[in-house]
């Protein structure tokens, strides 16, 4: 009843056929051979509804299977429409990969991915669409950077493990054997960087990875590196070992039970241990750490490290105003509670409450736990902190108390001034030396001239360097302000009482009632309070 044309056209003789409706046509091709092929329905019905005298009539069409390959914009993905065969040929392995080719994939091809597109060749009604992943790229991966791993325990671990009692409560003045080292201890395993591995998209181009950061195993003092291993620090003396930045160092402990009148004062070169109590007037200078199991009354504590008081720091107000109890540190300072004393650090950690205390911190000042600091502050005055975190900060009384967050600000306003003098008067000394070579360039005896312009030229070159210093530091110095100002903020997390006076770099705010947990920061260059109403 039906014929293959040779261009793939199903022809019925309609003449010798006479088909009595389109719905015998159709129902005779799906019992034919041309069952799959796809139906010409328009040329049926038209035939029906005109008078056509042609003989043969189209009423099917044989269409083998076709891919289209499809790259994502960021040609990190292929994908292909597979449009099965209506009586045509099934597409094939090898004329799908030639179709992935001239698509332009060249890498994150599976073969997997197009077999099992071109399964449902064989799944499938004749002429439906089946999709599919047919390769992906891979995004680069960054290397990791310097790793430095611990391979002993150091003071300021040991100081986090107080020695537990038979009750099985903690003795927090008995925190058991020093964290110490003999010479030749392997004390820091560097792991080094990796260069990351690259990515690339799946029409071949290399996505190239960011290798990580490679930092130097720094040996601090009382210690070096392995003459057999530069990825290894090794003690060179007996102490106890500290952290530093990229490494470690090996103090010197002197550990008493008191510092007292009996005692004396300690000036030690290495790190101090305080077993009991720092009493008043006593004075502790140590070049490495200083740690106090118990209190400090009135003392005065200067150390390069860090100073841990287990229990309160407590002073008094002299005659002068000033306070009869000071610690200072250069790295950070960790203690219970605070009264009338004086603490200056990079970071000053107070677990409790701190109570009319004069506080410098180069960044962080928090008082209360690191999780979760609901601590008090109330009298006395910040002269300096990036950022203050407290549960609660003035009191009830709403007696006065002065903060400055950011008062270094006008320290580096003040070199950013005098760089802008500096680089002022280097642009008025090219000017000059610019007047010079033109000057210079008149002269007729060659010899001269040429001697003249080579003494401007080193000058100039002298002043261009010095301009460029400058311009770099000045860059150095406006970063800085826009960080130190970004970052400067007060978290309250209970309590913020009337009566606190509040300086954020040159920008004030003074409290005249009470807010609830909120936050204090320098928005559009005025001093702003964000806060939650309670429900």
């Known amino acids: 009843m039906f014929k293959l044309a040779h261009n793939g056209n199903v022809l019925l003789d309609v003449h010798e056929n006479s088909p009595p409706s389109a719905a015998f046509i159709i129902e005779a091709l799906e019992k034919s051979p041309f069952c799959e092929c796809r139906v010409d329905h328009e040329a049926i019905n038209n035939f029906f509804k005109s008078d056509s005298n ?16 499809t790259l994502s914009d960021d040609k990190m993905l292929a994908t292909g429409e597979l449009t099965l065969a209506e009586g045509g040929k099934v597409m094939t392995l090898d004329d799908a990969k030639k179709e992935l080719i001239k698509a332009g994939v060249a890498r994150g091809y599976k073969q997997a991915f197009l077999e099992k597109l071109l ?76 260069p990351g591995k690259e990515g690339f998209t799946v029409t071949g181009d290399v996505l190239p990875a960011k290798p990580g950061e490679n930092s130097k195993l720094v040996a601090g003092e009382g210690t070096e590196i392995s003459k057999n291993n530069p990825l290894e620090l090794i003690s060179v003396i007996a102490g106890v070992p500290v952290d530093i930045a990229n490494g470690m160092r090996v103090d010197d402990i002197f550990t008493i039970a008191d510092v007292n009148v009996k005692s004396g004062h300690v000036d030690f070169e290495g790190s101090v241990i305080v077993t009991h109590n720092v009493e008043p007037g006593m004075r502790i200078n140590a070049k490495g750490d200083i740690t106090v199991m118990g209190t400090v ?117 003040a070199q950013t001034d005098q760089c802008l003098k500096d680089l002022a008067q280097t642009d008025s000394q090219l000017d000059t030396l610019q007047a010079a070579i033109e000057k210079a360039d008149q002269v007729k005896d060659a ?54 006076k509040i300086h954020i770099f040159e920008k004030v705010l003074l409290t005249n009632r009470q807010y609830p947990p909120c936050k204090v920061k320098l928005e559009e260059n005025k001093v702003e309070v964000e806060f939650k109403t309670s429900q």
Do not use: W
């Open 447 to 500: 010899e001269k001239k040429k001697q003249l312009l080579a003494k401007i030229g080193a000058t100039q070159i002298h002043y261009c360097e010095q301009a460029e210093m400058l311009e770099k530091k000045l860059s150095s110095l406006e970063h800085h302000l826009h960080d130190l100002l970004e970052d400067a903020q007060l978290v309250v997390n209970k309590k913020l009482h009337s009566g606190v």
């Open 54 to 69: 042609e003989r043969m009539l189209v009423v099917a069409s044989k269409h083998d299977a076709s891919l289209v390959v």
């Open 119 to 194: 399964q449902q060749q064989f799944e499938l009604p004749a002429g439906e669409v089946a999709k599919g992943v047919l390769a992906k790229g891979r995004l680069p991966i960054d290397g990791q950077p310097s790793k430095f791993v611990p391979q002993v325990e150091t003071l300021k671990d040991r100081l986090k493990k107080p020695k537990l009692r038979e009750d099985g409560t903690a003795d927090m003045r008995d925190f058991g054997k020093l964290a110490s080292v003999e010479p030749g201890v392997l004390l820091i395993k560097q792991i080094p960087a990796t």
């Open 297 to 413: 009354e009135s003392g005065h504590l200067s150390a390069a490290g860090d100073i841990t008081i287990k229990q309160g720091v407590i002073g008094h107000q002299l005659e002068d105003k000033k306070l009869s109890c000071n610690i200072i540190s250069q790295g950070d300072i960790h203690l219970s509670h605070g009264q009338y004393c004086y603490l200056e650090a990079n970071n000053i950690l107070i677990e409790r409450q701190a109570s009319h205390c004069t506080m410098k911190a180069t960044k962080l000042l928090q008082i209360g736990q690191e999780d979760n600091p609901q601590g008090k502050l109330f009298g006395g005055e910040i002269l300096d902190a990036q950022m203050l975190i407290a549960g609660e900060i003035g009191n009830e009384s709403g007696a006065k108390m002065v903060i400055h967050l950011a008062a270094s600000g006008a320290d580096v306003t």
